[in-house]
């Protein structure tokens, strides 16, 4: 069982930068493949970025260059570091854990309970 915490949201606007970070507990964190997830209103839960085991990385082509995600399996960590924020930006920020491949759907087996970010223009 994994148990996921994120913090580090709120209100910025456009062009600035926020870093969330996602706490996991658990003993074997660097066994599990670790993702970012958004919601938008009235939208359906898409793909951020993703970390592997290894520590390779994948990006939605709508962050890519802007968002970085970075895991410290130490302290049980994955950041998603944000830069240049766009309103379209704005949404609730998930964290996300499974074992095996890196995916780009939602079929992730540990969620958080998110947390909001919110981009004014």
């Known amino acids: 069982q994994v148990q996921l915490v994120e913090s580090g949201g709120g209100l910025v606007q456009a062009g600035g930068s926020l870093r969330l970070s996602c706490a996991a507990s658990g003993r074997t964190f660097s066994t599990y493949t670790m993702a970012w997830f958004r919601q938008a209103p009235g939208k359906e839960r898409e793909f951020v970025a993703g970390i592997g085991t290894s520590g390779s990385t994948r990006y939605a082509d709508s962050v890519k260059g802007r968002l970085t995600i970075s895991r410290d399996n130490a302290k049980n960590t994955v950041d998603l570091q944000m830069n240049s924020l766009k309103p379209d930006d704005t949404g609730v920020y998930y964290c996300?854990?499974?074992?095996?491949?890196?995916?780009?759907?939602?079929?992730?087996?540990?969620w958080g309970q998110g947390t909001q970010v919110t981009v004014s223009s």
């Open positions: 996300a854990a499974k074992l095996g491949a890196l995916i780009y759907n939602n079929r992730y087996t540990y």
